[in-house]
């Protein structure tokens, strides 16, 4: 837990910052994905793996999560209309009589049809989503945190002792 | 100082790899260590409230390598004796194909079922669940199977010939008739025939009136006829009386019209109040039923000793059927695999898409079941087997089934068999079930408990079959029940009752039940014949009908005293008006046929002296040319 509390901790410090933007977009990515896929499939636990192992901002990628979680509940209704639609096209019958006997791909549970459901919405949004992200935070940055720093509260706090052994202890701790 | 350069990190997170595999560790530890416990808790937690009494599960173990889960020495409660256990098993357990897990199906090949005991004692006694309150049922067919259920038990005949026979006094019961349908009827009709006897006044006054049949009089009482022998004065004098008769005619015909129009509006007001004596007999039937009268049909004698027990065995039937249903829905119409199962939206739906030869989404292939009579003799001798357990039948191609033959010599239950077999193949599921039991015993049951009247029996043996379809929501069960060895308790609080019972029960040795159950409530039919219902209604028979003729009596005494006051009131009413309104009808009839007659007699009066004078002057001038 403290893991990822640490996580999310440096997401907020790192959207202060004027780095990593591609990291904190792609890991909103991941975490969108994350969030609108059921706990316990095979897409959560790959999609988990790959936000530790790949260098995109897990704490992003776990807010986002948090959020998605409570829009997909929300959305349900949509995502089960979406995917039962989807699982109902003849077309694509054949395909999903193939795959629903094929090992692993049943454990994503896509014949469920809020699962199949999120899951197109979760696919179709991500490059928007990506490139949202990015235009998101980088006017966050530019509309936000430029004028909180130049704001006379922030200058009298930034000029404070307490301010300042603060960001003592940071640059020697972290 | 020259500042280190810092390496720039590649996409790959490499120093999260060992925290990575520590979560993983951490996650097989908890495997390893605790999820059986807390699947066992799981089981028992669930299967509790299942059950309504604690379930205990003595170990469980389970192994993904392997594929296996077993659990045993499991305990379930019986809520009735808490400190025995309803049934208990040495041990379950499953084989999983691992082929299957990976394709996100569960199959199991083969499973065991052994060690089954009933009636053992418990160690400490089972916590028992309160029952739930009303509010909380959950489906609508619960609620109704619920309240079917209370109507029979609320049903108690022999209370209800207790308290008949200790002395009924419908004066004392009724107290009063209150909203009576004949009075109300009577008050209704009194209202109409006061707007009725305007509208017929009105219709009396518009037609001719005596007035005007005296007019018509005096004008021909005032004509002069005859008294000249011309025959021009003589047309005259009758054209003026026919001009009268003319005028005359109209009016007894508008006099006729409206007497006709009067005579069938009476007709009809008179038609309704012929009604209130088919709404004294609605108000009579409503009166009895209200006082509850004891029926002296021996299948409702039946229904009331044994219809709460038939209905509690036809619920349980439905709500295995319906699990059944739920869990292996049959297939659709025209599709290759069954329609899923209607959730609610945000749950969504599952689809399976089948094909031959394939997995379905669960499939217990076999199970067998065996016990054998150990040491302490609790354990039963069992066999059977279920086979096909499978959420997509169409596509496993064979129906569930299910057998057992055994007996439990401890409990005295011998004689158990059992098939089921539950066809989800097509698209109308059928369900049959044939179980009978040779024999088994019965610590103590009451058929009829109120203050008035206990009776049941304390011990008995009995025997008994039951033979079952479930189809399209229809639901037929045909049980019979024998029981023998009978104990009977008997108290009642009336004399005669009490002695008819206990002759009753010296005389039956053995005691037949069949019932029939089609449907499921509100639209369930029941139908419960017993030996004893017809023995307690046969010695009942004489003593209970001279009671019943005399409340029916008295009853229709005291509906009578309330409702014959106003209805001769209206009678007569009604018979005053009809007399005026047709009195002056006939008058004004009678008149016009007094006007009639003297109008015929002045015509008759022209013609003979048109006649007369005719003659006298053929006459003359017959004497002219003679020359007389």
């Known amino acids: ?174 | 100082m020259a500042e280190k350069k810092s390496k720039k990190k590649g996409p790959v997170r490499t120093e999260a790899v060992v925290p990575l595999l520590v979560i993983f560790g951490l996650i097989a530890l908890y495997f390893t260590l605790f999820f059986d416990w807390q699947l066992r808790k799981a089981f028992e937690w669930g299967a509790t409230y299942g059950n309504g009494a604690e379930v205990n599960v003595g170990y469980l173990h389970t192994s993904f390598l392997h594929g296996t889960f077993e659990m045993g020495a499991i305990q379930v409660t019986d809520p009735a004796e808490p400190e025995k256990n309803r049934f208990s098993v040495g041990r379950v357990n499953l084989g999983f194909l691992w082929d299957a897990l990976l394709r996100g199906k569960v199959v199991i090949p083969s499973a065991g079922i052994t060690n089954i005991a009933v009636g053992t004692h418990r160690d400490h006694p089972g916590r028992v669940l309160p029952p739930e309150p009303p509010g909380m049922i959950s489906t609508a067919a619960a609620a109704m199977w619920r309240t079917a259920r209370e109507k029979a038990m609320k049903s108690s005949p022999l209370a209800d010939f207790s308290q008949f026979l200790q002395g009924f006094d419908p004066s004392k019961e009724l107290k009063e008739l209150k909203n009576l349908k004949s009075v109300a009827k009577i008050h209704e009709l009194s209202q109409q025939l006061a707007q009725n006897e305007q509208v017929w006044n009105q219709t009396l006054n518009s037609i001719p009136t005596q007035a005007d049949f005296d007019r018509l009089q005096s004008e021909l009482g005032g004509m002069k006829v005859g008294g000249t022998s011309n025959p021009l004065e003589l047309k005259k004098q009758a054209d003026e009386i026919q001009k009268v008769v003319s005028e005359l005619k109209g009016k007894m015909k508008a006099v006729e019209y409206g007497a006709n129009g009067l005579t069938s509006e009476m007709s009809n007001f008179s038609k309704s109040v012929g009604q209130v004596d088919d709404l004294m007999k609605e108000d009579m039937k409503e009166a009895e039923s209200g006082l509850k009268l004891p029926s002296l049909n021996p299948k409702d004698l039946a229904q009331g000793l044994f219809g709460d027990s038939v209905l509690a065995k036809a619920e349980q039937a439905q709500k295995y059927a319906d699990l059944a249903h739920k869990y292996m829905p049959p297939k659709a119409a025209g599709k290759p695999n069954p329609e899923p199962a209607p959730r609610p939206r945000s749950t969504g739906r599952v689809f399976e898409f089948g094909k031959p030869h394939g997995y379905p989404a669960f499939w217990l292939q076999k199970a067998e079941i065996s016990s054998k009579l150990d040491d302490s003799n609790e354990a039963g001798l069992l066999s059977g087997e279920i086979r096909d357990a499978a959420s997509n039948q169409a596509q496993v191609g064979r129906p569930m089934v299910m057998e057992l033959k055994g007996e439990f010599p401890r409990a005295r239950v011998n004689g158990i068999q059992l098939m089921a077999t539950l066809d989800h193949r097509s698209e109308r599921a059928v369900d049959t079930v044939r179980a009978s039991v040779a024999s088994f015993p019965i610590a103590g049951r009451d058929l009829s408990h109120s203050g008035d009247v206990s009776f049941g029996f304390s011990k008995a043996s009995g025997s008994g079959s039951v033979e079952g379809t479930y189809s399209e929501g229809v639901m037929r069960l045909v049980a019979t029940s024998q029981f023998h060895d009978l104990d009977f308790q008997i108290k009642a609080k009336s004399g005669p009752l009490e002695s008819t019972l206990k002759d009753v029960a010296k005389e039956l040795k053995t005691v037949t039940v069949k019932a029939t159950a089609e449907g499921a409530p509100p639209k369930l039919r029941m139908d419960i014949e017993s030996n004893l219902a017809d023995a307690i209604t046969r010695g009942l028979q004489h003593q209970l009908q001279a009671k019943l003729d005399e409340a029916h009596k008295r009853i229709q005494a005291m509906l009578d005293q309330q409702v014959n006051g106003p209805k001769r009131e209206l009678t007569s009413k009604m018979d005053a008006v009809k007399s005026k309104i047709f009195g002056e009808v006939d008058a004004r009839k009678k008149k016009a046929t007094s006007v009639q007659g003297t109008a015929d007699q002045k015509l008759a009066s022209t013609k003979g002296g048109a006649t007369s004078g005719a003659k006298n002057k053929a006459a003359s001038n017959l004497k002219k040319k003679l020359k007389l």
């Open chain 1, 1 to 174: 837990m403290s893991l990822i509390l640490k996580q999310v901790f440096s997401f907020f410090k790192l959207l202060n910052s004027d780095q990593g933007t591609g990291q904190i977009a792609a890991g909103m990515v991941c975490g969108m994905i994350l969030g609108l896929s059921p706990v316990l499939s095979i897409q959560a636990i790959l999609v988990f793996v790959a936000i530790f192992l790949f260098r995109v901002q897990a704490g992003a990628a776990f807010t986002t999560a948090a959020l998605f979680k409570v829009i997909g509940f929300a959305l349900a209704p949509l995502f089960d209309g979406v995917g039962g639609w989807a699982l109902q096209l003849d077309a694509l019958r054949p395909l999903y009589t193939e795959v629903y006997q094929a090992p692993l791909i049943p454990l994503t549970r896509f014949n469920h049809s809020v699962v199949m459901g999120s899951g197109i919405v979760a696919v179709a949004l991500a490059a928007p989503f990506y490139f949202l992200c990015l235009h998101l935070v980088a006017t966050y940055r530019t509309q936000v945190v430029a004028r909180y720093k130049a704001s006379g509260f922030w200058k009298l706090w930034s000029g404070t002792g307490f301010y300042q052994w603060y960001c003592k202890y940071e640059a020697l701790h972290g």
